[in-house]
């Protein structure tokens, strides 16, 4: 393998970037008359669960902490255990709904590991099929997600709902 120094990018690697306002700040302020149109599904004292807007798969789900933090570590026990606690709720309910061959959990901290909001964490739920991925997929660089967000909500809505 050939090696190929480039230090004049260390700069744009390390930079600050100005990222606006964050999305999971906004969605995490209380306002039952929106959570619908934000697709949060459930809220608890310290984090939500929300629909992603751009899923892998129907029924991906993010369990986000109301307080910005980058890192897990940065959370309290109790915000840990309440993100485990929520995480194992949303493994039941999305068992129950979809029936999927398997989950993904994962958190993404920090650009380099693929976060797509960073600074707020979140943990994807992920609910996984055999062959969900495909030729689109691979050869076009396209997902392909058989069910839209707001019909997703619609799905799942209801049995989060029944937990209040």
Same mark, same amino acid.
């Given at each position: 393998?050939? $090696?190929?120094? $480039?230090?004049?990018?260390?700069?744009?690697?390390?930079?600050?970037?100005?990222?606006?306002?964050?999305?999971?700040?906004?969605?995490?302020?209380?306002?039952?008359?929106?959570?619908?149109?934000?697709?949060?599904?459930?809220?608890?004292?310290?984090?939500?669960?929300?629909?992603?807007?751009?899923?892998? $798969?129907?029924?991906?789900?993010?369990?986000?902490?109301?307080?910005?933090? *980058?890192?897990?570590?940065?959370?309290?026990?109790?915000?840990?255990?309440?993100?485990?606690?929520?995480?194992?709720?949303?493994?039941?309910?999305?068992?129950?709904?979809?029936? &999927? =061959?398997?989950?993904?959990?994962?958190?993404?901290?920090?650009?380099?590991?693929?976060?797509?909001?960073?600074?707020?964490?979140?943990?994807?739920?992920?609910?996984?099929?055999? =062959?969900? $991925?495909?030729?689109?997929?691979?050869?076009?660089?396209?997902?392909?997600? &058989?069910?839209?967000?707001?019909?997703?909500?619609?799905?799942?809505? &209801?049995?989060? *709902?029944?937990?209040?």
């Amino acid at each position: 393998m050939d $090696t190929l120094f $480039t230090p004049w990018r260390r700069d744009y690697l390390t930079g600050a970037r100005d990222e606006g306002g964050c999305v999971f700040c906004e969605a995490a302020a209380p306002s039952p008359d929106r959570d619908a149109e934000r697709l949060v599904l459930h809220r608890r004292a310290s984090l939500y669960v929300i629909l992603n807007l751009y899923p892998y $798969t129907s029924g991906h789900l993010m369990i986000v902490p109301n307080r910005h933090l *980058a890192r897990l570590d940065a959370a309290t026990p109790d915000e840990r255990r309440d993100l485990i606690e929520t995480a194992a709720l949303c493994e039941r309910l999305l068992e129950q709904t979809y029936r &999927p =061959g398997g989950l993904n959990l994962g958190l993404n901290l920090g650009r380099a590991a693929g976060a797509g909001i960073v600074g707020h964490l979140h943990l994807h739920v992920v609910p996984r099929w055999e =062959g969900d $991925t495909n030729f689109a997929t691979v050869i076009g660089g396209t997902r392909v997600v &058989p069910e839209t967000p707001a019909e997703s909500y619609a799905r799942l809505a &209801p049995l989060f *709902a029944a937990l209040a």
